[in-house]
């Protein structure tokens, strides 16, 4: 306070000096360094400008950290003294940062322009050590006013103010004097796999400016989800209740689901957080910091008799459904099937019931998705739907599925069962394609038409001349015997010459193969880049049964799964190539059968996958009649 006298002295000095001595800056600094890992920090990004027009602006690199807390602010300050004025605009974003790993990190520049004029801040490096072995700074009041220098900067001889000091928890003071974080459990004991709600809260017995997390808590040994929170737009949701007879300001911090893996006493360590009230320049007055109570918690095993196959994530409240979208269907029509789990509890992690084989029906892998609610416990749905196809006509049952889970309420086993299904197929079953039409021989009793006896037409009874003499001396007898030898010695050499240009070499017969199957994917290729991707996957089948009907010597239209596996290794494809073939030809049937299943990233995988499948079966060497 002595210096206070000195100070208002000084002012206009001050005042003087830096109106007209700062210019556009645009700087990043951190909050402490080092900093522990999980541990939060402020970081701020400042612009100090001149009457100037700020845009398109460009956060920092936070690689290797997790932005906890941002917040933007504007302010603008009037600065007078030396015969004038000087209006000047500070934007100011500040961060709260969270590291990831330990080590050397580095947090990139950020980048603004102003006036056109593009600037870019200098990187920061930050040294990130052990959790609990960095040290924390006591919080430090800056002194002066805020955009303006240290006086004691300028003034040497000016003894600058002592900072205040955090006002010390006093564990004496009555409840209601004092701040602190509250974490409230569900329930401390809990089966494995049931869910455990933790809350913790920020209470105030005086309202606060600045709210910024540390260090948040620890879960190892649960899955966790997060429940809502309420929040406003600008801060916590705060609300009055009385705790231990007094007033408090209290807002929800986060809340979330914990479900034991594994049986033992384990504890979640506590949240960590800083408050702080600031004056009315935005110095700090006071800050202090919070650390909620760890919340020890027992995780007991289930009880002995579980059913067989019970998954132990299979706890809390289920019910088991299944449906078709139609029962009455022809062969090589699918059917779509839905297997369905609703209840509270676990579902991400529960399993959902294996589906039977269905003797003549082709069962393709589940598409599995899983809706959540959030509010207060964990539940929702889980849907797998299957695509079923059939391949012979008949009635066929699909029995009943059983879920087996632990009810919490009523402590105790309970299996959940759908219904039967009872699925009717009508048509033909899938068989061979028909042999080619053979010609049958004339009806018996029919009658040839054309006269057999044909006369030559003949006017004379003897030749004008002696044609056959006239020709043997004429020189073009001499032609007519030396052009046949000669043609058919010209057509032997130009066979060898063809036979031998023809030879391939093994590079040459790859580019041929490179060639050939570019052709006849690009019709593929097309199609999918129109975006029809049915008739797209539709040409890929085309190729691909062309291909083993020249590889096996025989038409793989209507064999089974079963037999072109069979086939195809007879004619020497490797175990991968028959599994890759078999899982093209799948995808084929299935856009087929159900187009909207199969996306344009799938259908454009088929068409490489077809690629290197014609490549592999072209290395097993040409077979008499396949395709070139």
Same mark, same amino acid.
Request: hydrophobic share 40%; proline share 9%; glycine share 10%.
């Given at each position: 306070m002595r210096a206070l006298p000195f100070l208002l002295a000084a002012a206009p000095l001050l005042l003087a000096a830096t109106a007209y001595g700062q210019g556009t800056s645009f700087s990043a600094r951190l909050g402490r360094n080092p900093v522990g890992v999980g541990e939060s920090f402020? $970081?701020?990004? !400042?612009?100090?400008?001149?009457?100037?027009?700020?845009?398109? /602006?460009? +956060?920092? %690199? $936070?690689? #290797?950290?997790?932005? &906890?807390?941002?917040?933007?602010?504007?302010?603008?300050?009037?600065?007078?003294? =030396?015969?004038?004025?000087?209006?000047?605009?500070?934007?100011?974003?500040? /961060?709260?940062?969270?590291?990831?790993?330990?080590?050397?990190?580095?947090?990139?520049?950020?980048?603004?322009?102003?006036?056109?004029?593009?600037?870019?801040?200098?990187?920061?490096?930050?040294t990130v050590v052990e959790t609990g072995q960095a040290p924390q700074p006591r919080p430090r009041a800056p002194r002066g006013f805020p955009g303006f220098p240290d006086p004691s900067s300028l003034f040497p001889g000016l003894e600058p103010e002592p900072e205040p000091?955090?006002?010390?928890? %006093?564990?004496?003071?009555?409840?209601?004097?004092?701040? $602190?974080?509250?974490?409230?459990?569900?329930?401390?004991?809990?089966?494995?796999?049931?869910?455990?709600?933790?809350?913790?809260?920020?209470?105030?017995?005086?309202?606060?400016?600045?709210?910024?997390?540390?260090?948040?808590?620890?879960?190892?040994?649960?899955? @966790?989800?997060?429940?809502?929170?309420?929040?406003?737009?600008?801060?916590?949701?705060?609300?009055?209740?009385?705790?231990?007879?007094?007033?408090?300001? @209290?807002?929800?911090?986060?809340?979330?689901?914990?479900f034991g893996l594994r049986p033992g006493r384990t504890t979640v360590t506590p949240l960590e957080a800083d408050i702080s009230?600031?004056?009315? $320049?935005?110095? +700090?007055?006071?800050?202090?910091?919070?650390?909620?109570?760890?919340?020890?918690?027992?995780? &007991?095993?289930?009880?002995? =008799?579980?059913?067989?196959?019970?998954?132990?994530?299979?706890? #809390?409240?289920?019910?088991?459904?299944?449906?078709?979208?139609?029962?009455?269907?022809?062969?090589?029509?699918?059917? !779509?099937?839905?297997?369905?789990?609703? #209840?509270?509890?676990?579902?991400?992690?529960?399993?959902?019931?294996?589906?039977?084989?269905?003797?003549?029906?082709?069962? /393709?892998?589940?598409? @599995?998705?899983?809706?959540?609610?959030?509010?207060?416990?964990?539940?929702?749905?889980?849907?797998?739907?299957?695509?079923?196809?059939?391949?012979?006509?008949?009635?066929?049952e699909i029995p009943p599925l059983a879920l087996s889970y632990f009810d919490t309420q009523k402590t105790t086993y309970v299996t959940a069962k759908t219904a039967p299904l009872r699925l009717v197929v009508t048509g033909q079953a899938m068989a061979q394609s028909p042999a080619a039409a053979v010609p049958t021989p004339a009806a018996a009793g029919s009658e040839n038409l054309l006269a057999i006896d044909v006369r030559p037409l003949r006017n004379r009874a003897a030749l004008?001349?002696?044609? =056959?003499?006239?020709?043997?001396?004429?020189?073009?007898?001499?032609?007519? @015997?030396?052009?046949?030898?000669?043609?058919?010695?010209?057509?032997?050499?130009?066979?060898?010459?063809?036979?031998?240009? =023809?030879?391939?070499?093994e590079g040459k017969r790859r580019r041929k193969l490179r060639?050939?199957?570019?052709?006849?994917?690009?019709?593929?290729?097309?199609?999918?880049?129109?975006?029809?991707?049915?008739?797209?996957?539709g040409e890929i089948e085309r190729v691909l049964r062309e291909l083993l009907a020249g590889k096996m010597g025989s038409s793989a239209a209507g064999m089974s799964r079963d037999e072109l596996r069979a086939a195809m290794a007879k004619a020497g494809a490797a175990p991968a190539l028959v599994d890759g073939t078999v899982a093209a030809l799948d995808d084929c049937d299935r856009a087929r059968f159900a187009p909207g299943s199969i996306t344009a990233e799938e259908a454009s995988r088929a068409i490489d996958r077809a690629g290197e499948i014609i490549e592999d079966f072209e290395k097993l060497g040409a077979r008499e009649g396949s395709p070139s």
């Open positions: 402020p $970081f701020e990004v !400042t612009l100090s400008a001149d009457n100037v027009r700020m845009e398109d /602006y460009r +956060p920092p %690199d $936070f690689r #290797g950290f997790r932005v &906890v807390a941002e917040q933007p602010s504007q302010s603008t300050q009037i600065q007078m003294g =030396g015969g004038g004025s000087l209006m000047r605009q500070i934007y100011t974003w500040h /961060y709260q940062l969270v590291p990831l790993q330990k080590g050397k990190l580095v947090i990139g520049p950020a980048g603004v322009r102003v006036d056109g004029r593009e600037l870019r801040t200098e990187k920061v490096n930050v000091e955090p006002a010390p928890a %006093d564990p004496g003071r009555p409840a209601g004097q004092r701040n $602190f974080l509250r974490a409230l459990p569900s329930k401390t004991r809990a089966f494995v796999g049931e869910q455990i709600t933790i809350e913790w809260s920020l209470c105030l017995a005086e309202r606060q400016n600045n709210y910024a997390p540390t260090k948040e808590p620890r879960t190892d040994g649960f899955w @966790v989800e997060d429940l809502e929170v309420p929040q406003r737009q600008h801060g916590l949701s705060l609300s009055e209740q009385v705790i231990d007879g007094r007033v408090y300001l @209290v807002g929800p911090l986060m809340r979330k689901a914990l009230r600031v004056g009315f $320049f935005g110095a +700090p007055l006071r800050s202090e910091h919070l650390r909620a109570d760890p919340v020890p918690l027992e995780i &007991v095993p289930l009880p002995a =008799g579980a059913p067989a196959g019970f998954d132990p994530s299979a706890v #809390g409240r289920f019910t088991l459904a299944a449906e078709v979208d139609r029962d009455h269907v022809q062969v090589g029509e699918a059917i !779509t099937l839905r297997l369905r789990i609703d #209840g509270q509890g676990n579902l991400r992690k529960i399993a959902l019931p294996a589906l039977p084989r269905l003797d003549g029906w082709k069962i /393709y892998d589940p598409k @599995v998705s899983v809706q959540l609610n959030h509010a207060d416990e964990i539940g929702g749905s889980k849907t797998a739907e299957y695509l079923l196809l059939p391949e012979k006509p008949g009635e066929t004008r001349r002696d044609f =056959g003499a006239a020709l043997y001396r004429s020189p073009t007898f001499v032609g007519l @015997v030396i052009a046949p030898p000669a043609l058919l010695a010209f057509l032997g050499l130009l066979g060898v010459a063809r036979a031998r240009l =023809g030879e391939e070499s060639r050939a199957a570019s052709r006849r994917l690009r019709t593929a290729a097309a199609l999918l880049h129109e975006g029809r991707l049915a008739p797209s996957l």
